[in-house]
């Protein structure tokens, strides 16, 4: 078992998420190209919606690099566990609390293992703006995925600190 400790992870990019609101709603901003590099603009985007209390992942990328919008409806507890042996944060752990109070984008950079679950009392909502197409160009490749939850060793727990 690989013991991982609580510390910043290099490559994690985390923005504020900046709500623009106005007498008829609000407005944010969730990809600008002048503000990201080019190796990680967006090649596909997906919402996905998450019940109470329920996590997705522990699972990580060869390749591709994640562009999460965590804006609401609910809160989230992300975690993220460094398993590049040639960073130098390796087997660091961070643990962010973002959603609806701390709306954040945050980019994720492959090598890194990542869930989050939801924490809040309602189902929370989160886009994602990934580097890569899934499943390749036509849905013909290999989906470029290492899944970890459902795995009695693993080293990657959603509900430790």
């Given at each position: 078992?690989?013991?991982?400790?609580?510390?910043?992870?290099?490559?994690?990019?985390?923005?504020?998420?900046?709500?623009?609101?106005?007498?008829?709603?609000?407005?944010?901003?969730?990809?600008?190209?002048?503000?990201?590099?080019?190796?990680?603009?967006?090649?596909?985007?997906?919402?996905?919606?998450?019940?109470?209390?329920?996590?997705?992942?522990?699972?990580?990328?060869?390749?591709?690099?994640?562009?999460?919008?965590?804006?609401?409806?609910?809160?989230?507890?992300?975690?993220?566990?460094?398993?590049?042996?040639?960073?130098?944060?390796?087997?660091?752990?961070?643990?962010?609390?973002?959603?609806?109070?701390?709306?954040k984008i945050v980019i994720v950079p492959p090598?890194?293992?990542?869930?989050?679950?939801?924490v809040g009392d309602k189902p929370g909502l989160?886009?994602?703006?990934?580097?890569?197409?899934?499943?390749?160009?036509?849905?013909?490749?290999s989906v470029d995925e290492i899944r970890y939850?459902?795995?009695?060793?693993?080293?990657?727990?959603?509900?430790?600190?």
């Open positions: 078992m690989r013991d991982f400790k609580r510390g910043e992870i290099n490559g994690i990019i985390i923005k504020d998420l900046v709500k623009n609101e106005d007498d008829r709603g609000w407005l944010i901003e969730l990809f600008r190209e002048d503000t990201v590099d080019e190796d990680i603009f967006p090649q596909m985007s997906y919402i996905s919606l998450t019940y109470p209390g329920i996590a997705r992942g522990p699972h990580e990328h060869l390749e591709q690099t994640d562009y999460f919008c965590f804006l609401g409806t609910s809160d989230f507890k992300l975690i993220l566990w460094d398993n590049r042996k040639d960073s130098s944060t390796y087997k660091n752990k961070m643990i962010l609390n973002i959603g609806q109070d701390e709306p090598g890194i293992v990542h869930a989050y679950k939801n989160i886009i994602n703006l990934p580097n890569k197409l899934y499943a390749g160009w036509g849905k013909k490749e939850e459902g795995m009695d060793n693993s080293p990657f727990k959603v509900d430790e600190q």
